[in-house]
């Protein structure tokens, strides 16, 4: 079962941080369709929040279409995306990883590392060059 | 405290079987010819333990009330503990009133139980001085102490509620119980009913004389009060007024005020044998002019004092208790 | 019942001095109120007022409709955890439940022995003996297996290590999720508050400076940032809270109900920190004035 971790510098409000995660959770295969999400007692006394987050977390994950709570069970997973990214998700990652190693090999440090990265990323065109 | 309360019943119940024994072989004594060394022996055993018995007695009620009355609700407000105690699902007036009820009830139960051991542990020596009266052994015996427990638990729990603080609460009690229950005892009990008065001839009194002190010489006579009764006041009074004055006896007794002896405040006793003839003139001129005046409560109005004192001292309680119960609902905010 | 509290004009004297005055609140249930404010701002004087502890030298209180301990069901409706959570340290964990069984009308004991089994707590354990941490548990279960419709909480995690903390607030938080119950409960750290409460008071100089669901207040106030200017010319409808300048530019914390449109300004939202601080810098300020002699230089 999924478990959030909770930031509280980093400026991004705790429920959207649920939701996030939970995307994000999707989008990298760790839940799948039919999966539950953890009960907001649940969530709440792992970590410390209201539990009016949780819900208003999971009422817009349902919002979107992603989640669905059945009364008295539980919140479930009831679609997810694309199931052709994870394939194609493994080997980019595997490409990243060799480039990372190139990197630290050239001699950047972990925070160089990133900041190539993250520069190159937000100066990338937003649309596929065709 | 309840330890000690035990050790004193213990040591009550395992010296009091030998005590009476002593005081019932009495009975048989004047046929065996052994009273003297029966009464001896008795009296030696009493007073082993009796000054400690009595003492115990009386200062259990102050105990009573800085031990079990003091803290009782000054602890609480002390500790910060009144915070979790009164906001359970009773009411801070019935807490205050339960508290009171069951700690109160259980002084006033042990000086109940102390009282009656004690009483019955001292009674062959009560009956043979004819002391059931007199102060101190009133103080201890039967339900008076009732009434003091109640009273000195009270003064307890009124001291914490009012100092919030158990250690001044219980120097306070103490203090107040004694300065409460001295002036009761010398002022207030003798005059509880009016005494009772008695003439008594001079001719009965024991141990008459004179007493040479820095003005001349003084007479004096021993008490004679009946038994078991409550001593208001002795005095030598004329038969028509007047008292033994120096100046009477200088008119009457010119013989005897002659008679050297050079050590002033020395005793000279009238003692069968020894009989000067200016001493027994004096005192026959004396017993002829002047009586003894007894004021005294009887022996039968023992139980009815016991009753008025208790009831004094538990009204007293009952008052400080609901001062202490107003004091808490309405002043501790 | 839809309030949990409702104050009007209330306020309480000790002497000559006010540690509350003018307290007007209207706090609905089924929210976790927190009351943030400094120390001897008059947090712990409002919450004892609340559960009866205190009777008010003036105005007026219900705690869930009904005057505080007035009756010994209203005190069973309201579970309190006093500062430094007070235990009797000489008796056990199991005597303090069972004098919780005795003293409430709806204590729930498989509640209670459930908790303290899951808090990996020895029955038999002296209170005296446990960790402030653990006391601190043990005085929030008391609280809980009354069943209560509200808890009360008087700066219960002031003194615990960051763990203990957190452990704490996650079992008020699953308490929450579980039952109906309505939480109040005072601190002077903002950043617990901030994820577990979804309504706020905050009291300063003994008075109410602000209160209201925190959604809401986050979306009504700003923080403005602009070149030196006046502040007179903003909208009526924009209260500045707090304001400093620099040499060229201009910092405010204001309130508004409506969006500001003028461009002459950046709007930025504000952390509840950031609210509760410029609030209590204004009451700080007015403190400041009442104290200042008339007429002296700024």
Same mark, same amino acid.
């Given at each position: 079962?999924?478990?959030?971790?909770?930031?509280?510098?980093?400026?991004?409000?705790?429920?959207?941080?649920?939701?996030?995660?939970?995307?994000?959770?999707?989008?990298?295969?760790?839940?799948?369709?039919?999966?539950?999400?953890?009960?907001?007692?649940?969530?709440?006394?792992?970590?410390?929040?209201?539990?009016?987050?949780?819900?208003?977390?999971?009422?817009?994950?349902?919002?979107?279409?992603?989640?669905?709570?059945?009364?008295?069970?539980?919140?479930?997973?009831?679609?997810?995306?694309?199931?052709?990214?994870?394939?194609?998700?493994?080997?980019?990652?595997?490409?990243?990883?060799?480039?990372?190693?190139?990197?630290?090999?050239?001699?950047?440090?972990?925070?160089?590392?990133?900041?190539?990265?993250?520069?190159?990323?937000?100066?990338?065109?937003?649309?596929?060059?065709? | 405290?309840?330890?000690?309360?035990?050790?004193?019943?213990?040591?009550?119940?395992?010296?009091?079987?030998?005590?009476?024994?002593?005081?019932?072989?009495?009975?048989?004594?004047?046929?065996?010819?052994?009273?003297?060394?029966?009464?001896?022996?008795?009296?030696?055993?009493?007073?082993?333990?009796?000054?400690?018995?009595?003492?115990?007695?009386?200062?259990?009620?102050?105990?009573?009330?800085?031990?079990?009355?003091?803290?009782?609700?000054?602890?609480?407000?002390?500790?910060?503990?009144?915070?979790?105690?009164?906001?359970?699902?009773?009411?801070?007036?019935?807490?205050?009133?339960?508290?009171?009820?069951?700690?109160?009830?259980?002084?006033?139960?042990?000086?109940?139980?102390?009282?009656?051991?004690?009483?019955?542990?001292?009674?062959?020596?009560?009956?043979?001085?004819?002391?059931?009266?007199?102060?101190?052994?009133?103080?201890?015996?039967?339900?008076?102490?009732?009434?003091?427990?109640?009273?000195?638990?009270?003064?307890?729990?009124? #001291?914490?509620?009012?100092?919030?603080?158990?250690?001044?609460?219980?120097?306070?009690?103490?203090?107040?119980?004694?300065? #409460?229950?001295?002036?009761?005892?010398?002022?207030?009990?003798?005059?509880?009913?009016?005494?009772?008065?008695?003439?008594?001839?001079?001719?009965?009194?024991?141990?008459?004389?004179?007493?040479?002190?820095?003005?001349?010489?003084?007479?004096?006579?021993?008490?004679?009060?009946?038994?078991?009764?409550?001593?208001?006041?002795?005095?030598?009074?004329?038969?028509?007024?007047?008292?033994?004055?120096?100046?009477?006896?200088?008119?009457?007794?010119?013989?005897?005020?002659?008679?050297?002896?050079?050590?002033?405040?020395?005793?000279?006793?009238?003692?069968?044998?020894?009989?000067?003839?200016?001493?027994?003139?004096?005192?026959?001129?004396?017993?002829?002019?002047?009586?003894?005046?007894?004021?005294?409560?009887? #022996?039968?109005?023992?139980?009815?004092?016991?009753?008025?004192?208790?009831?004094?001292?538990?009204?007293?309680?009952?008052?400080?208790?609901?001062?202490?119960?107003?004091?808490?609902?309405?002043?501790?905010? | 019942?839809?309030?949990?509290?409702?104050?009007?004009?209330?306020?309480?004297?000790?002497?000559?001095?006010?540690?509350?005055?003018?307290?007007?609140?209207?706090?609905?249930?089924?929210?976790?109120?927190?009351?943030?404010?400094?120390?001897?701002?008059?947090?712990?004087?409002?919450?004892?007022?609340?559960?009866?502890?205190?009777?008010?030298?003036?105005?007026?209180?219900?705690?869930?409709?009904?005057?505080?301990?007035?009756?010994?069901?209203?005190?069973?409706?309201?579970?309190?955890?006093?500062?430094?959570?007070?235990?009797?340290?000489?008796?056990?964990?199991?005597?303090?439940?069972?004098?919780?069984?005795?003293?409430?009308?709806?204590?729930?004991?498989?509640?209670?022995?459930?908790?303290?089994?899951?808090?990996?707590?020895?029955?038999?354990?002296?209170?005296?003996?446990?960790?402030?941490?653990?006391?601190?548990?043990?005085?929030?279960?008391?609280?809980?297996?009354?069943?209560?419709?509200?808890?009360?909480?008087?700066?219960?995690?002031?003194?615990?290590?960051?763990?203990?903390?957190?452990?704490?607030?996650?079992?008020?938080?699953?308490?929450?999720?579980?039952?109906?119950?309505?939480?109040?409960?005072?601190?002077?750290?903002?950043?617990?508050?901030?994820?577990?409460?979804?309504?706020?008071?905050?009291?300063?100089?003994?008075?109410?400076?602000?209160?209201?669901?925190?959604?809401?207040?986050?979306?009504?106030?700003?923080?403005?940032?602009?070149?030196?200017?006046?502040?007179?010319?903003?909208?009526?409808?924009?209260?500045?809270?707090?304001?400093?300048?620099?040499?060229?530019?201009?910092?405010?914390?204001?309130?508004?109900?409506?969006?500001?449109?003028?461009?002459?300004?950046?709007?930025?939202?504000?952390?509840?920190?950031?609210?509760?601080?410029?609030?209590?810098?204004?009451?700080?300020?007015?403190?400041?004035?009442?104290?200042?002699?008339?007429?002296?230089?700024?």
């Amino acid at each position: 079962m999924i478990e959030f971790r909770l930031n509280g510098n980093s400026g991004v409000s705790p429920y959207q941080q649920i939701v996030q995660q939970v995307k994000s959770a999707l989008r990298l295969g760790r839940l799948r369709v039919g999966d539950q999400l953890p009960t907001v007692k649940e969530v709440v006394g792992k970590v410390a929040i209201n539990p009016n987050t949780v819900l208003k977390a999971y009422r817009e994950l349902e919002h979107e279409g992603l989640v669905a709570a059945r009364p008295g069970i539980g919140t479930f997973v009831v679609n997810s995306f694309d199931e052709t990214t994870y394939a194609a998700q493994r080997t980019l990652r595997r490409s990243l990883e060799v480039w990372i190693e190139k990197a630290r090999r050239a001699g950047l440090d972990d925070e160089s590392i990133e900041a190539l990265f993250v520069d190159t990323f937000l100066f990338s065109p937003k649309e596929l060059v065709r | 405290m309840l330890g000690l309360l035990v050790g004193v019943a213990v040591f009550f119940a395992l010296t009091g079987p030998h005590l009476w024994n002593l005081y019932d072989s009495l009975k048989t004594c004047k046929a065996k010819g052994d009273c003297d060394s029966l009464t001896h022996s008795l009296l030696n055993e009493y007073n082993k333990y009796f000054p400690f018995a009595q003492a115990f007695s009386l200062v259990l009620p102050a105990l009573l009330g800085m031990f079990w009355g003091a803290p009782l609700i000054a602890r609480e407000l002390e500790s910060g503990t009144y915070r979790l105690a009164w906001t359970q699902g009773v009411t801070r007036r019935r807490w205050v009133l339960t508290k009171l009820a069951i700690v109160g009830g259980a002084s006033m139960l042990a000086a109940g139980l102390m009282s009656w051991m004690l009483t019955w542990w001292a009674s062959p020596i009560d009956t043979l001085n004819a002391s059931r009266f007199s102060s101190l052994v009133f103080d201890t015996s039967y339900i008076a102490p009732i009434g003091y427990a109640a009273f000195g638990f009270a003064l307890g729990v009124t #001291a914490g509620v009012l100092w919030r603080r158990t250690v001044p609460a219980m120097a306070t009690t103490i203090a107040a119980y004694v300065a #409460a229950r001295v002036p009761f005892f010398h002022f207030v009990r003798p005059r509880l009913l009016a005494p009772l008065k008695l003439i008594v001839s001079l001719k009965h009194v024991g141990n008459i004389g004179f007493e040479r002190t820095s003005n001349g010489v003084s007479f004096i006579a021993g008490g004679t009060n009946p038994p078991n009764s409550l001593a208001f006041s002795t005095s030598v009074v004329g038969k028509h007024g007047g008292e033994v004055t120096q100046r009477w006896l200088r008119d009457h007794c010119q013989s005897l005020l002659q008679l050297s002896n050079p050590k002033p405040g020395k005793g000279i006793k009238v003692t069968t044998g020894i009989r000067p003839k200016a001493f027994s003139d004096c005192i026959d001129k004396i017993t002829a002019t002047f009586h003894q005046v007894l004021l005294y409560q009887p #022996a039968n109005r023992f139980w009815t004092f016991q009753w008025i004192e208790t009831t004094i001292y538990v009204v007293a309680a009952i008052l400080l208790c609901g001062l202490s119960y107003w004091w808490v609902r309405r002043r501790i905010t | 019942m839809s309030s949990a509290l409702f104050a009007t004009d209330l306020g309480k004297r000790y002497g000559r001095k006010w540690a509350l005055s003018s307290c007007t609140l209207d706090i609905p249930t089924g929210h976790v109120v927190g009351l943030v404010g400094p120390n001897g701002a008059g947090k712990t004087t409002l919450l004892h007022l609340a559960v009866g502890l205190l009777t008010p030298s003036s105005g007026s209180l219900t705690v869930l409709d009904e005057a505080p301990a007035s009756s010994a069901e209203q005190l069973g409706r309201i579970g309190f955890v006093a500062q430094d959570t007070p235990v009797f340290e000489s008796l056990s964990i199991a005597t303090h439940l069972h004098m919780g069984a005795a003293l409430n009308p709806n204590w729930d004991a498989q509640l209670a022995t459930q908790r303290i089994h899951d808090l990996g707590l020895d029955p038999n354990q002296r209170a005296g003996r446990l960790s402030g941490g653990q006391r601190a548990q043990l005085a929030l279960t008391l609280a809980i297996a009354k069943r209560p419709s509200l808890l009360v909480l008087d700066e219960p995690v002031a003194s615990l290590d960051p763990l203990a903390r957190r452990e704490f607030l996650a079992i008020l938080m699953e308490v929450v999720a579980e039952h109906d119950v309505s939480i109040i409960l005072s601190s002077h750290l903002v950043a617990d508050l901030e994820r577990v409460c979804d309504y706020l008071v905050v009291l300063a100089s003994a008075r109410v400076q602000v209160n209201g669901a925190i959604d809401d207040l986050l979306a009504t106030h700003h923080r403005l940032v602009g070149t030196r200017r006046d502040l007179d010319n903003l909208p009526e409808s924009v209260h500045v809270i707090e304001s400093s300048h620099t040499e060229r530019q201009t910092t405010a914390t204001v309130s508004s109900a409506d969006p500001i449109l003028d461009p002459a300004w950046s709007v930025e939202t504000l952390t509840l920190e950031d609210l509760v601080l410029a609030y209590m810098g204004q009451a700080e300020e007015q403190r400041r004035e009442l104290v200042r002699p008339k007429g002296g230089v700024k």
